[in-house]
């Protein structure tokens, strides 16, 4: 089989499957798994596909993010009333993470300017941060996306490996008692895994609609969520399941 027909033989099978490890290609190809890490890391660059741990997932099927502007504006008041509480958690000289989302943007804005080191990953927050003397922003750089105003990829992820934070106010698109925490692209799902992994606290900030929904990329099981801040319009049936999974849940 010629090189270029192996490529197009594993960009069919992702598409197919929406994902595929390594050693399935390497078996379905009749070529080593170190050939088919080379070739994946090639098909990657070409934007025909998107390398995953131990293995590729389809492009094809990835969502498009919802555009900065209109996040803004879309459960607005709930995301306030959810900002205000977040910020009611941050302590002076705490180290904290504010992620992408609009809701962490909505707590850039009201923090007061106190002793804090804030990492995070958006422009609009380091932005709304740079204003405040007190406040330390440490930006993880990295691939920009447009939609979103955030960094993501390689980079991203490897300055995020460089830290430890206190706590990390976190956002997504789906929150499902049984699927847990995911987002529209895996792209945004790597990064909020790092943001997880470096934290000692985790507080998920969710609007009622986020619930019951599984995007297309699961970020982390539910559990690892120390809490989480919603707003009212949350359904008494979340709410119990949330208290059987014994995960502490303001309402605002």
């Avoid at 399935?24 to 080593?32: A, I, P, R």
């Avoid at 992820?157 to 049984?178: I, W």
């Avoid at 995911?182 to 943001?195: D, H, Y």
Wanted: glycine residues 4%.
């Amino acid at each position: 089989m010629l090189v270029a027909e192996r490529y197009e033989k594993i960009v069919r099978l992702v598409n197919e499957r929406g994902s595929i490890r390594v050693s399935e290609l390497s078996e379905l190809c009749q070529v080593t798994e170190e050939t088919i890490r080379r070739d994946l890391d090639r098909l990657e660059q070409a934007g025909r596909l998107r390398r995953s741990h131990g293995g590729a997932v389809s492009v094809r099927d990835q969502q498009p993010e919802i555009p900065y502007y209109e996040r803004e504006i879309v459960h607005a008041e709930e995301k306030k009333r959810i900002a205000e509480e977040a910020v009611t958690r941050i302590q002076p000289r705490d180290r904290i993470l504010l992620d992408a989302s609009s809701t962490a943007w909505y707590m850039a804005k009201i923090v007061p300017d106190i002793p804090l080191t804030v990492l995070t990953n958006s422009m609009k927050v380091a932005t709304e941060l740079s204003g405040k003397e007190k406040i330390e922003v440490v930006s993880t750089g990295g691939i920009l996306a447009a939609r979103s105003l955030s960094f993501v990829g390689p980079l991203a992820e490897r300055s995020l490996e460089s830290y430890h934070v206190d706590k990390a106010f976190l956002s997504c698109k789906g929150v499902h008692a049984e699927r847990g925490i995911s987002e529209s692209n895996e792209l945004q799902a790597r990064v909020k895994q790092k943001m997880i992994d470096i934290a000692d606290q985790v507080i998920l900030l969710a609007d009622s609609s986020k619930f019951g929904v599984q995007a297309f990329t699961h970020v982390a099981d539910l559990s690892e969520a120390d809490s989480i801040i919603t707003d009212r319009r949350v359904s008494k049936e979340t709410l119990n399941r949330l208290a059987e999974l014994a995960i502490p849940v303001s309402v605002v």
